[in-house]
């Protein structure tokens, strides 16, 4: 399976320097989840990260773009839904503790992230500052790393479990996410992550491809939320986010996600069962 993997993945740079917008796919903008947020009735208001480094509009011009922060509305139920989502999402602090993204649950007291979260060098070494915060509805807990079981830099996955916040462990407030691992393609997706270590935002796309072991959406995505999930439409997390696209608009403006039935294959071979027998894959 490993040499599956291998000749199907091709180079995935992490284009941690750029932006990616496509304003014909995007269904919704990229958004604070808990930050922000007025409420009327059965609409909210909220506000999107600003994002004022300017970048390569798209593949074609040299004309650029900057992405201020922005306020938009949206039907409370759409919000409401993210946010229980985001019951699964967590921000991630790295092993070295110098920076930030994103990591989800996958049960038991496990947690899915990159790889270049875990350690920028791809490095599986020991737990030292790897630690996650639930969002404000699970009571913002911090749970640090007892254990990374594994990790493949090809798939830019670890697999990591947390230690009980004071006497909680995670499974006792962390509501088991649906993960499917059937590949999809031409889905509308959403996406989760913690954008800037700025706290948990979400977007929300049309169209998904599938090619070798990636998916390619357009849902926006930025630094910080390498390592988060990514959702089809009924909220089912399908990959894992792991690189945003060169440019914001034209046929190359794509974002970057692993699926997770090679994530699945990766843990069936080098994991033990008494572990896969907890998770939700």
Not at 7 to 13: D, H, R, V, W
Not at 85 to 103: D, E, I, R, W
Not at 212 to 229: C, E, I, N, V
Request: net charge positive; with cysteine; charged share 20%.
């Amino acid at each position: 399976m490993k040499i599956l993997i291998l000749s199907l993945l091709f180079a995935a740079p992490l284009f941690a320097g750029q932006k990616s917008l496509n304003e014909d796919n995007v269904l919704t903008h990229l958004h604070f989840l808990y930050k922000s947020v007025k409420i009327k009735g059965s609409i909210a208001t909220v506000k999107g990260p600003k994002l004022s480094k300017k970048v390569g509009l798209n593949e074609e011009t040299s004309e650029s773009f900057s992405f201020r922060k922005r306020k938009f509305e949206m039907p409370l139920g759409e919000l409401n839904f993210e946010k229980k989502l985001a019951h699964n999402t967590y921000k991630a602090v790295s092993n070295s503790g110098m920076s930030v993204g994103t990591a989800f649950y996958v049960g038991g007291e496990f947690i899915l992230t990159n790889f270049h979260v875990w350690n920028n060098e791809y490095i599986m070494d020991a737990c030292d500052k790897f630690k996650i915060t639930t969002n404000p509805d699970l009571g913002n807990k911090r749970f640090s790393c007892k254990k990374v079981h594994h990790c493949v830099k090809e798939l830019d996955f670890c697999l990591v479990e947390v230690k009980p916040s004071g006497n909680t462990p995670l499974s006792k407030i962390a509501h088991a996410p649906n993960l499917k691992t059937a590949i999809e393609e031409n889905q509308v997706i959403r996406l989760i992550g913690n954008v800037k270590g700025n706290g948990l935002q979400a977007s929300k796309g049309r169209g998904l491809i599938h090619k070798g072991t990636r998916y390619f959406h357009q849902a926006p995505l930025f630094k910080g939320a390498s390592g988060g999930p990514l959702f089809n439409e009924a909220g089912e997390v399908i990959a894992i986010n792991y690189a945003e696209s060169r440019v914001l608009r034209g046929s190359k403006a794509r974002n970057y996600a692993i699926p997770l039935i090679y994530v699945l294959q990766e843990l069936e071979e080098n994991v033990d069962q008494s572990i896969l027998d907890q998770l939700a894959l």
